[in-house]
């Protein structure tokens, strides 16, 4: 019988052979682990190009056609979670290619979302790291969150965990999206608010909403503009649904108090990037789902889609 070959991809901390048990493929299956970025597309197919089988995390290698037309031997791509933007599904179909996903865990953006949020009004890991550093005795003054107003961008699943979180630590909560009406508001306990109002009123800003045609750039320049001088941005959910160059301009000229960042544009973050330099700015390497317990549901989901796709059985299939 001969060996088939399975590539995991972009597994930055090197855990994917640890958090399941990939035995039961050994017989048939040789797995290849790539720990780092592809430096291209190009480069991508080069290092793809002899493996039939692909699992690929979130969005972080992308499939447009031009990588299923620069890899003939590809036949089953299965990525973490049940949707990922970064494959074209039609040219997958066209290549005769099975897509499949996972089942994530929880919702563990939300305590990201959450820490992020105490980090930019405590300052917590900033007098952290000064204090290890032998850095004289405290600098910051923090800010009580409690009676501050929480505006969350897309009041779906994740959206009001975050609400209720941050309900329960005394804070209000508005919330806009665009097909969000006052009635599913009322129903999360959370106060429905025209898109110009949240920007307006709101403390800290939250975005939970997915990236799309409709949503990319859904914060533009002029949002950014209505938000007090003492407001944050929190951006867990994509880069391209902020105007990133809005974005750095107003945090440059700091006409908002900061932003806390996981997602960005381009990812991983260039190491030029201006975001780095600034003072008024948190930054995390797109952690959200990244705890170890997903982990070991994301990749003991892959073996299994493996060996259903083995056996011809049904598989999780995307599109």
């Known amino acids: 019988m001969t060996r088939l070959r399975c590539a995991i991809l972009d597994d930055y901390q090197n855990v994917a052979l640890q958090l399941a048990d990939w035995r039961p493929l050994a017989d048939r299956i040789d797995v290849t682990v790539f720990d780092t970025p592809f430096a291209s597309a190009v480069a991508a197919a080069d290092a793809l190009k002899d493996f039939e089988i692909v699992c690929a995390m979130r969005e972080r290698t992308p499939f447009p056609r031009a990588s299923f037309e620069a890899l003939p031997k590809l ?139 409709r949503s990319r750039g859904l914060v533009s320049r002029e949002d950014l503009g209505r938000m007090k001088p003492t407001a944050y941005l929190i951006n867990t959910a994509r880069g391209p649904i902020v105007d990133e160059a809005a974005l750095l301009e107003t945090l440059q000229a700091k006409k908002i108090a900061g932003a806390a960042l996981d997602t960005y544009s381009q990812e991983p973050l260039p190491q030029d990037s201006p975001l780095r330099k600034l003072d008024n700015v948190v930054l995390t390497p797109h952690l959200g789902y990244v705890t170890a317990e997903n982990y070991r549901r994301i990749y003991s989901e892959m073996i299994a889609c493996i060996e259903g796709w083995l056996k011809g059985e049904p598989l999780k299939r995307l599109g």
Not at 147 to 156: A, P
Not at 165 to 181: D, E, P, Q, V, Y
Not at 208 to 213: A, F, G, P, Y
Request: glycine fraction near 10%.
């Open 75 to 213: 036949k089953l791509l299965i990525t973490s979670g049940m949707r990922n933007a970064a494959i074209d599904m039609e040219a997958a179909k066209a290549h005769d290619v099975v897509v499949c996903g996972t089942a994530m865990v929880g919702n563990p953006t939300a305590g990201l979302t959450i820490g992020l949020m105490l980090e930019l009004t405590r300052k917590i890991g900033f007098e952290n790291a000064r204090m290890k550093a032998g850095e004289p005795w405290q600098v910051t003054v923090g800010e009580d969150i409690e009676g501050k107003t929480l505006g969350v961008i897309g009041l779906g699943k994740l959206g009001s965990h975050v609400a209720a979180i941050a309900r329960a630590m005394g804070m209000k909560t508005i919330a806009w999206s665009t097909n969000l009406t006052p009635e599913a508001c009322e129903k999360a306990g959370v106060t429905y608010a025209t898109k110009e109002e949240l920007f307006a009123t709101a403390d800290i800003i939250t975005i939970h909403v997915v990236l799309s045609d």
